[in-house]
């Protein structure tokens, strides 16, 4: 274990559903991040926030809605999904945001749009 | 732009062999961070190793070392004693002073009994 959940672990949603996929750590980190992994495509970063500010928003459709009410707590609200955001996302947290900052991952949610 | 590559889909060895996987990256820079990560099929990646690229001496952990060539751009990962629990998805990663880490597309390690 690396300190870090995400729930749910798998998701389905209709294009038309909202859903929210939730990360936690345990870690006592500063900075939390969402990332993309779909199958044969290197990990894409999408969010980072930095003590509760969201510091980079990576070019993501507005579908996708980050929350961070607090350093503990990241959230990606989910609505009007394509079946192309079909992915695993995963929740990651470092002490700071450094270049030399080691990432702690979560388990990821599959989330599947039909 | 900046670019890692991982010329490497899959891999398969007999336990207790040693492994190498490949990694090139390209960039303009001088001073960069590389990492090679693990994503077992529990799906959580951690960190396996990182290296400065200021850092002449290749990093080592335990069984886990590096060979970092800085000229030719390469960063390859040696496993050596491969164990089942290594079996996982690799991947190597750079990360430039503004804190942009990229991924390479992963190399998939099975190790055989």
């Not at chain 1, 990576?58 to 929350?67: A, D, L, W």
């Not at chain 2, 960039?27 to 200021?54: D, G, H």
Request: proline share 4%; net charge neutral; with cysteine.
């Amino acid at each position: 274990e690396t300190g870090v959940t995400q729930t749910p672990r798998h998701l389905v949603m209709g294009m038309t559903n909202k859903k929210s996929l939730k990360c936690e750590q345990h870690l006592g980190h500063n900075a939390m991040y969402w990332y993309k992994q779909s199958a044969k495509k290197p990990l894409e970063l999408m969010f980072v926030y930095n003590f509760k500010e969201q510091t980079e928003n990576n070019s993501v459709p507005s579908r996708f809605s980050p929350e961070c009410p607090n350093s503990s707590h990241l959230f990606l609200h989910l609505h009007t999904l394509q079946p192309e955001d079909s992915a695993l996302y995963l929740c990651a947290s470092s002490q700071d945001r450094g270049v030399w900052e080691k990432l702690f991952f979560g388990s990821g949610t599959q989330l599947s749009v039909l | 732009a900046q670019t890692v590559t991982q010329s490497q889909p899959e891999m398969s060895v007999q336990e207790a062999e040693t492994v190498t996987l490949s990694c090139t990256y390209d960039t303009s820079e001088s001073n960069y961070y590389l990492f090679w990560y693990k994503q077992p099929p529990s799906r959580q990646m951690i960190l396996v190793i990182r290296q400065e690229a200021y850092k002449q001496q290749n990093a080592t952990e335990n069984r886990f070392s590096v060979n970092f060539q800085k000229a030719a751009k390469s960063f390859s990962l040696k496993i050596s004693d491969s164990q089942l629990g290594d079996t996982a998805m690799y991947f190597c990663a750079f990360m430039n002073r503004d804190d942009k880490i990229i991924f390479g597309k992963g190399t998939r390690l099975h190790i055989l009994p």
